[in-house]
Structure formats: C-alpha cells, structure tokens
C-alpha cells in the first residue's frame, strides 16, 4: 500500500492550495474507515487537519473550519484537501493517511508554504 501526497508549494496569504493524495495497493472507497490530512512544523505536535469518514461525514480542526474542505473522489481513488484564504501559520508540512482495520497508512508529506 502506498499513499502520494502531492500539491503543496509556496503561496501567499489569501491564496489557495489543493492538496492530493492517492492511493496504490488500497481502494479507499471500500477498505478505509476514514481518511485524512495531518500537519506537521518543527517543534510542535502533529495536528490532525480534516478527515473524511466512509460513510461521507468530515471533522475539521477548529483552525480550519470555512476555509478548508475535505473531499475523496472514488473514481481516482483520490483524496483532496482545498486550502482557501491561507494563512502563515497554515505553514507545515501536510501528511495524508488512511485508516483500515488494525492499521494507518501514510503518504510521505508535502510542504506548504505560506509567505508573501
């Protein structure tokens, strides 16, 4: 099982990002419980971001509630994170995973960078 992050880069304060991740050696629609993204900076906890459960439902954490928005499309086998009205401190490395029976998986991380 493998899990590809990709999307992240350099953007400034106000703009948008799409982060995605997709999935090899696993069908997210059928073996997940839940999917999501982590964030990591130097020197802090890794924070759970959004997260998307089989059944459709999403939690996100309050820093991100309205700006950012969580989403799977099946067909793809791809999960999406929408990043709008970015901010600086929004600048952390993102890690997508998913969750099945017994385990995680984890994508390797992508970097995004908030700056003017």
């Known amino acids: 099982v493998q899990l590809q992050a990709s999307g992240g880069g350099l953007v400034q304060p106000g703009g948008s990002l799409r982060l995605s991740c997709t999935g090899s050696?696993?069908?997210?629609?059928?073996?997940?419980?839940?999917m999501g993204w982590y964030r990591q900076t130097p020197g802090k906890p890794r924070e759970l971001v959004a997260v998307?459960?089989?059944?459709?439902?999403?939690n996100y954490a309050d820093s991100v509630t309205g700006r950012f928005t969580i989403s799977r499309d099946n067909a793809k086998n791809t999960m999406y994170l929408q990043m709008n009205s970015l901010k600086p401190e929004d600048t952390a490395v993102y890690y997508c995973?998913?969750?099945?029976?017994?385990?995680?998986?984890w994508g390797q991380g992508t970097l995004v960078t908030v700056s003017s």
């Open positions: 050696g696993i069908v997210f629609s059928i073996n997940t419980n839940a």
């Open positions: 998307i459960f089989s059944g459709g439902n999403t």
């Open positions: 995973y998913a969750e099945v029976p017994g385990r995680q998986y």
